[in-house]
Every structure is written in structure tokens, then in C-alpha cells.
Nanobody, 125 residues
């Protein structure tokens, strides 16, 4: 099994910054897995935010966050999401996810095998 624990959420004003972190643990976890962030706002479906491969060499971003968010692989078991220039529409529960397949950085929700419990980010206008 793989356990994912997110941290770093909170309340921030529009234009501000927040950094999220996700730590993976468990015997089933491999540093070769892709790690990603998704988010879900009230009344909306869960959507892709960003993903990174095992060595940080490949990243993908949703168009809505390009140029504002940066995903990084801090070490083999940890992924971070630096969120700058936040907007009220970024308000959501942010989830960390892991894809066990090697070599593919995907934006598809169903491709991810393990999920964290989520951390709330609220951006006030």
C-alpha cells in the first residue's frame, strides 16, 4: 500500500502564494512513480493541476495554472506544488496522487492509483 500525506494548505489573499507538499510512504511506493496534483472545487469534478516524473525532468500543467504554479520532486518520496499569483478560482481541495506506470506523465484522473486525503486551499478576493 501507498500512503500520501498532503500539507501546506490554508487561507490566502488573491495574488498571494502557497506551497503544498506531499510525502509518500509505504512498501508499495517506488521513487520511479509519477506524482501529481489534482484539485476539486465545490460542485465541480476533480481536475488535473500538475504532474512530474521520477527525476523532475518531465512536467505537465493544466493551462489554467501555467506560469503560476510549479511542481517539483523534492526527493524520491516528496512532491511540492508552489502556487503563486493565486486567484479566487484556485480555491479547492488539492489532492496528491501517484501513478504506478513508468514513463508516462498523464493528466487523466483514472490513471492514478493512489490518492491523499486532500488539503484545502482558499483564496479570498
Amino acid at each position: 500500500q501507498v500512503r500520501l500525506v498532503e500539507s501546506g494548505g490554508g487561507l490566502v489573499q488573491a495574488g498571494g502564494s502557497v506551497r503544498l507538499s506531499c510525502a509518500a510512504s509505504g512498501r508499495a511506493f517506488s521513487p520511479t512513480y509519477v506524482m501529481a496534483w489534482f484539485r476539486q472545487a465545490p460542485g465541480k469534478e476533480r481536475e488535473f493541476v500538475a504532474a512530474v516524473n521520477w527525476n523532475g525532468g518531465t512536467t505537465r500543467y493544466a493551462d489554467s495554472v501555467k506560469g503560476r504554479f510549479t511542481i517539483s520532486r523534492d526527493n524520491a518520496n516528496t512532491v511540492s506544488l508552489q502556487m503563486n499569483s493565486l486567484k479566487p478560482e484556485d480555491t479547492a481541495v488539492y489532492y496528491c496522487a501517484v501513478d504506478r506506470r513508468i514513463g508516462s506523465v498523464t493528466t487523466i484522473h483514472s490513471d492514478y492509483d493512489y490518492w491523499g486525503q486532500g488539503t484545502q486551499v482558499t483564496v479570498s478576493s
